[in-house]
């Protein structure tokens, strides 16, 4: 582990995330990468309930890592990883609660039917595990509170300018580009390679668009066919 990533979500993670993979310090660990990977949320679970992990049951094959859940254990994988420097993500607060709110919280929190966590498992296990490590462990089930949200978002940062030693930290808003992070990393800038800027709000918007039609239309309507069907080839053995 060469990177490792303080920063909250919706702070730039993915865009810094493809930015690292093309400048060499690639794979990156990010929250999609749990998605891929299912047994990795038992690693998760057990840091949530303050168990002892091995972080190389995770980060085995992996040079850096950015966004939720890893960085909320910025310290522990320091201590794992001593070597690696820090780059803590960052954007104007008020900015990024409305960010977080108008995407993941509303996605998983607000839109997302109950039907749908209850009974399809591997979704269930996914928001289980984000609940115990952001909703209900890093706000407290209280994120909807912005006031309370920001104040957690202020306070992680001040704490890891606090824990990590100045040499090793950048602070670091996607919006500065390649300079900042290529000087802090000392590698050349890409020639002719824009930063890439990724997952933008408005991006996420149109995801959460699709997810609501699948949620609320899609599904449902699939689900009756199946039972029409099923009813069709029930009444087609009973008839002979």
């Known amino acids: 582990m ?4 303080a920063g909250f979500g919706r702070t730039g993670t993915l865009s810094l995330k493809k930015a690292l993979e093309l400048i060499g310090m690639g794979p990156c660990y990010h929250m999609d990468e749990m998605i891929r990977f299912p047994k990795h949320m038992e690693v998760w679970k057990a840091a949530a309930q303050k168990q002892p992990v091995n972080w190389n049951d995770i980060f085995s094959e992996y040079q850096s890592s950015l966004d939720f859940p890893a960085s909320l254990y910025y310290r522990e994988l320091l201590t794992a990883y001593p070597d690696a420097k820090v780059i803590l993500t960052v954007r104007e607060p008020e900015r990024w609660y409305q960010s977080m709110y108008d995407t993941a919280y509303t996605m998983m929190q607000l839109n997302t039917p109950a039907w749908f966590k209850k009974y399809v498992i591997p979704y269930k296990r996914f928001a289980d595990l984000i609940d115990l490590l952001i909703w209900d462990g890093l706000f407290s089930g209280r994120f909807a509170e912005k006031e309370h949200a920001i104040q957690i978002y202020n306070r992680h940062i001040e704490e890891v300018k606090t824990n990590v030693p100045p040499e090793k930290l ?7 580009g390649w300079e900042p992070l290529c000087k802090f990393l000392d590698v050349p800038v890409p020639v002719g390679i824009p930063f890439p800027y990724v997952n933008d709000h408005e991006t996420v918007q149109r995801q959460m668009k699709i997810s609501r039609f699948v949620y609320y239309r899609a ?11 099923m009813i069709w080839l029930v009444w087609k053995v009973v008839l002979g």
């Open 219 to 229: 599904l449902p309507a699939m689900a009756i066919a199946v039972i029409l069907l």
């Open 170 to 176: 950048l602070v670091f808003n996607v919006k500065d």
């Open 2 to 5: 060469k990177i490792i990533g």
